[in-house]
Each structure stands twice: as structure tokens, then as C-alpha cells.
Antibody, heavy 129, light 109 residues
């Protein structure tokens, strides 16, 4: 069974740092693009970071750019999100997800379906003094 | 970045059909994905590529798209379908993050 398990969340003061981990089982994380998605209490979903399988493409939401860093350790089959300069508005549940770009030929041309098919249960980050 | 707009809430009587919509300019160029999220749970992929259902998703869930609007239809809604539903799509070739709609809360009466 394919599974993702996040850890590392907790209570941190504004301006502090935290590192989230996401460990995969049932598949090799190195073969897939991966994302971090967060959800503030009572709010919707927001993608915050993306890392391609080859490491050649990394994207961050404007709200976290310059403060968060996504990385992976293939030997540990794990994905990470290093968070610095945390703010109250970073308070959220953070999910890691396997990110798929599936190519299909439709009407004689190649199109891509983008979706996240495996999600962890999340880890909660609370930024408060 | 572009936006995806969803109705905040819809309701449906048990066993009836409900359609939820998602509007945004990005849907003219990119396929829609739909996620179901029940309270206290992680999102679950229910539709990708506008119309495709992952294995294990009941066939009462279907998707469609036209112009700038994607739709998720549940035909014969069940009590267990009560959840928040989020649409998602890419908004440019350079941005791998994509964008989520604000979500629709479905109540099954």
C-alpha cells in the first residue's frame, strides 16, 4: 500500500523555524514529483512548494518564497519542508502529496493531466507566542 | 496567478443528483482535478483530467468541462458523500503549484 506520513509539526513562536518530514512507503519517492499543500484552520487548500523528481524544478507560493525550502533524501525515501521566519499566518495543517503529470494523446496531440494521487494525513504547525 | 471560483455550499437530498461548478480562466487551457475532503481527513482525489475517475471512486462521481467551467456531478448522492470538494488546475506552464478553488461544502439532506 502506498502511504505518506508527515511529522515534525508543533507549536513555534513567530520568527522561529521548523522542519517537516514526509516519509513514503510502498513506492520510491525519488521517482515522483512531490508537493506540500497546507490548510489553515477552517480554510481551503493552498499549494506551497513543489519539487520535481529530478530536482530540476522547484516552485514556491509567493507567500512562502524566501522562507521555506523543499528538499528530499532519496536514501531515506523522505521529503522535507524547512520553514524559517514563521508567521502567524503560516499556522496550518501541512500535507505532503505525490504529484502526477500524466501525458495522454487527445485529438492527435499530447496533453497533460496534473493531479495529486497520494496524500499523507498531515502534520499541524501552530505559530503563536 | 489566476483564480478558481466555487460556490461555497450546496445541498442535495439523499439519492438525488447534485452538480458543483468551478470557474476560472485557467480551465480554458488546463484540465480540472477534483478532491473530496471529509472533516479531519486528508483530501482524496475523485476526478482528474476533467472526466477521469481513479480506481476505487464510485461511478456516481463524474466530471465535465466546457470553456472556463468545470463541473463535478454526483448522481444518487449518498450520506457518505457529505464533504468539502475542491477543484484544482495548473494556471501556467511555468508554475507547477497550480491553484485551488475555495471549496464547496456539500450537505446531503
Amino acid at each position: 500500500e502506498m502511504q505518506l506520513v508527515e511529522s515534525g509539526g508543533g507549536l513555534v513562536q513567530p520568527g522561529g523555524s521548523l522542519r517537516l518530514s514526509c516519509t513514503a512507503s510502498g513506492f520510491s519517492l525519488s521517482n515522483y514529483d512531490m508537493s506540500w499543500v497546507r490548510q489553515a484552520p477552517g480554510k481551503g487548500l493552498e499549494s506551497v512548494a513543489f519539487l520535481s523528481s529530478g530536482g530540476d524544478a522547484i516552485d514556491y507560493a509567493d507567500s512562502v518564497k524566501g522562507r521555506f525550502t523543499i528538499s528530499r533524501d532519496n536514501a531515506k525515501n523522505s521529503l522535507y519542508l524547512q520553514m524559517h521566519s514563521l508567521r502567524a499566518e503560516d499556522t496550518s495543517r501541512y500535507y505532503c502529496a505525490r504529484d502526477i503529470a500524466e501525458g495522454r494523446y487527445l485529438d492527435w496531440s499530447l496533453h497533460y493531466f496534473y493531479y495529486m494521487d497520494v496524500w499523507g494525513k498531515g502534520t499541524t504547525v501552530t505559530v503563536s507566542s | 496567478s489566476s483564480e478558481l471560483t466555487q460556490d461555497p455550499a450546496v445541498s442535495v437530498a439523499l439519492g438525488q443528483t447534485v452538480r458543483m461548478t468551478c470557474q476560472g480562466d485557467s480551465l480554458r487551457s488546463y484540465f480540472a482535478t477534483w478532491y473530496q475532503q471529509k472533516p479531519g481527513q486528508a483530501p482524496l482525489l475523485v476526478i482528474y483530467g476533467n472526466t477521469n475517475r481513479p480506481s476505487g471512486i464510485p461511478d456516481r462521481f463524474s466530471g465535465s468541462s466546457s470553456e472556463n467551467t468545470a463541473s463535478l456531478t454526483i448522481t444518487g448522492a449518498q450520506a457518505e458523500d457529505e464533504a468539502d470538494y475542491y477543484c484544482n488546475s495548473r494556471d501556467s506552464i511555468d508554475n507547477h503549484l497550480g491553484v485551488f478553488g475555495g471549496g464547496t461544502r456539500l450537505t446531503v439532506l
